[in-house]
């Protein structure tokens, strides 16, 4: 069922070339060029210090652009207060009137005054029986918006509590709550989940999800958390340095990163990024770098650097490399189990560590012959004397590495990305018949 709210259904909010400076020096956004559809959860990602915080302000009028235009709601509203231009904000840390039960925690956006004393309300049904009845249905009214959004919530329960009673759990629901019942045309959630504890944050995530469905109005999300970020959004937008680098569904970012900025930063751990060069020997070309050597598949031939030297930086995500101790009799007879069995030997190395990481173990591994790695390829190096680059590696369930053991390395070449060595842009995203990086 959908919560109406009594807006337009062309509900949207648009942003078009926005920027912000602070201070005449700091800049915290640049060009920002972002549209959300009615009903879309977008999510603003990035690390500390992108401006993310300040596009949600600039949305909600508490900052004014110094260039550019926001609309809302089909709107312009650069010269709109705050309070006129129908949003409701949530943030880490929602206050709530500590002298007022839940119900009323989640009236009062709504005008709600409170009934009165009986004495009052008893003289004015007496003296203006038609405004008490007005007032009356207003209360009916108000009461009936409050219960739909906390059913929805599932908060009903809470409902004549004091916020002292409430976990903190409770208290950003009742903060979602608040926001539900003004009915506005846009969302703005700054990073309300972070205080909460793990298993809560996974919880209320599912429920913003199911909210989304639900509500109308658009909803702008911020976080830093990359993974909440993949989990949540029907898009995210992903932001460096004030600016977008990239804006996708969450699997289009994830796979196909824009350059190595959003590749680096999406996924935990994030890319490995080998510096190396093209090399057009044979019949087909490759990727080489150090002891690494990568025959490059049909679908990035395309992809050939400009520059005379080949620089170019191969980006793969670690559940699409696997590995295989060397002389290790094999009882299974396959391959790593969700990468192609067709999948290239690359190089050699020797596992430095290996890590528990949510459902994965990832092993470090050292490069045999390194890469051609100026120190700037992504991650580490193995310390003392002899420098060797390292690379990380999801291991196939049920695979059992151990640092020391001498592996062999392979790939899903299908999965490989490439970027330019200068601009770090992803030359698939570079081609014409591509869509152009923002
Ligand atoms: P975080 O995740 O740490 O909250 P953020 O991505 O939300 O970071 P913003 O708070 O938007 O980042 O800040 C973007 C940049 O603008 C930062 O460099 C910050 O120091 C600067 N900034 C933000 N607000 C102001 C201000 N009022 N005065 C001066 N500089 C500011």
């Not at 302000?57 to 004014?64: D, K, Q, V, Y």
């Not at 916020?163 to 009742?174: A, Y």
């Not at 109005?217 to 970020?229: I, K």
């Amino acid at each position: 069922m959908t919560l109406r709210v009594g807006l337009s259904d062309m509900a949207e909010l648009v942003l078009q070339g926005v920027s912000k400076m602070f201070g005449g020096s700091v800049i915290a956004v640049q060009d920002l060029n972002l549209e959300v559809r009615d009903q879309e959860l977008v999510v603003l990602v990035g690390p500390s210090g992108c401006g993310k915080t300040t596009t949600l302000r600039l949305i909600a009028g508490l900052e004014r652009p110094d260039q550019g235009m926001i609309w809302i709601d089909g709107r312009p509203v650069n010269r709109v207060a705050p309070r006129d231009r129908n949003i409701a904000m949530v943030f880490q840390h929602s206050v709530l009137y500590p002298h007022m039960t839940v119900f009323k925690n989640m009236a009062v956006g709504l005008t709600w005054r409170g009934d009165g004393d009986r004495i009052r309300r008893g003289w004015m049904r007496w003296r203006q029986p038609a405004a008490a009845e007005r007032r009356a249905a207003q209360r009916r009214a108000i009461a009936r918006q409050v219960q739909e959004a906390a059913r929805v919530l599932g908060i009903e329960h809470l409902l004549e509590r004091w916020p002292r009673q409430l976990s903190g759990g409770e208290c950003q629901r009742v903060a979602l709550g608040r926001a539900i019942v003004r009915q506005p045309a846009a969302f703005l959630l700054d990073e309300p989940l972070s205080h909460l504890d793990a298993q809560l944050r996974v919880e209320m995530r599912r429920e913003i999800r199911r909210l989304r469905q639900r509500v109308r109005g658009c909803l702008v999300y911020v976080t830093h958390d990359q993974a909440e970020a993949l989990a949540l959004g029907d898009r995210v937008v992903v932001m460096h340095r004030g600016r977008i680098q990239q804006t996708g569904p969450p699997r289009e970012v994830y796979d196909q990163p824009a350059n190595v900025f959003v590749a680096g930063f999406l996924g935990a751990p994030g890319m490995n990024l080998l510096p190396g060069r093209w090399m057009d020997t044979g019949d087909r070309p490759c990727f080489a770098s150090g002891g690494l050597r990568v025959s490059l598949p049909a679908s990035v031939w395309g992809c050939r650097p400009a520059r005379e030297d080949g620089g170019v930086t191969l980006g793969i995500r670690p559940e699409h490399l696997w590995l295989e101790v060397r002389n290790e009799v094999r009882n299974d007879g396959s391959g790593r189990a969700g990468v192609d069995r067709t999948a290239q030997v690359v190089g050699s190395g020797r596992v430095v560590m290996t890590e528990l990481c949510g459902p994965m173990v990832l092993a470090t591994v050292a490069v045999d012959g390194g890469l051609d790695c100026d120190g700037s390829c992504r991650g580490r190096t193995t310390s003392g004397s002899a420098q060797r680059p390292e690379i990380v590696v999801a291991l196939s369930p049920g695979q059992t590495v151990e640092a020391g053991h001498e592996v062999s390395v392979g790939l899903d070449s299908s999965r490989i990305q490439l970027f330019d060595a200068r601009t770090g842009a992803n030359l698939r995203a570079m081609r014409p018949r591509d869509k152009k990086p923002e």
